[in-house]
């Protein structure tokens, strides 16, 4: 894969076509981007499981069980909704990103492990924080690998478009 | 508008050319996220209203009248601010599933129904949810909505860039 | 810079080369946009050193440090966290409005500097906010700047594509 990935990559020489299904590097960015858009929005499934186990609900309109009261402070709905504006703040800046990253026409096969990596990190991420809550430093490993592959591509960027400042 | 679009979209035949205004589910998707970035900043609007009716403010520097504290549970003020909290949860990663699903032109007649039912849902979803509180399951039917058609798309992206994993 | 770009922009006839490195704007885009990706997970990093600073952790597995409890209302931790949220309610909008702005082909002169605008706004916006409180109505301006600007793209978007409603 990686090998037809980067023939591929070097045979585009018009910088018009990278956002098109026959760059690679932009098919691995669509597969991964979705895997994460899916698992963000697993979250406010995994959020609507925990209030209906622990019957804690935000809104009056939301009671659908006799004798409740709004509530706001139950630890296993606010660790999901951590988990998730956590993702808010991690995945989405990732996503453009990543997306303005290919424009620049990296190395394919760089790319594309950055793509993977940072994606199976997010996911780990949300299974150490907010499915099977275990001690750290494994969720901040997890946290740091995307942060980190998000500076890298926004150097390359910035370095790739410096006189337009 | 639905005949022409489709026509135009067989006519084209390069696959370099999605994200153009000659690209009728580009023009689509680009009025219709125009119409979803608007009302999600017209919500940042609306909790300003709710704060200055209230007189309810989060920082010391913000206390326009005097004799106020800083609150945070207001519950007219948290409203607004779940809904909005909802918005970015939902309606952001939508932004990126829908732009990156037209990458895999998509049927034209299709594409633009879904962005024109999952944008109208999301409008439902802030006026029973954060302008005039109506019982469920208005709230979830709208919210499901925009849901339901970001996991089509997303399946859509992935089988076609299932070989990138 | 200015003048080259409105140049190189003019040279441009096709429609479907604005998503590239040849186009000024795009460029420009690129630059300003990384800065403020950047400039967002800069805030996890602020968070962290707050909560490190005044020993506040949410979840039971941070406890560093011996005879901690978790803790959620510290006003120096929230108060970044709030700036942290107003960035995720307004940038990433604006990253999705202001790349699909683009696709308009606006004058290069006027874009350049809507991006460099909006982008230095928000840079002052986390500085009086979050860095170094200072009175009213700092923030609300440098808050208005994006904001109108955003609304002024959303404008010219949607009644270039108005009927495709």
Known sequence: MSATASNTSRMMTSPGDMFTLENPVFCCYLFWSTV???KMLLMSLLTAVQRFRYKIFPNQEDL???????????PHVE???????????????YFIMSLIYISTNPNADVACILFRVA???RIIHTLVYAVYPVPQPSRILA???MLLITFYMAAVVAL???SFI
């Open 143 to 145: 946290f740091a690998t």
């Open 119 to 121: 994606s199976v990190a």
């Open 160 to 162: 790739r478009t410096l």
């Open 64 to 74: 659908f069980f006799k004798n409740l009261e709004v509530q706001f402070d139950d």
């Open 79 to 93: 660790r999901v909704r951590r988990a998730h504006r956590n993702d808010m703040e991690n995945i989405l800046p």
């Open 36 to 38: 994460l858009v899916v």
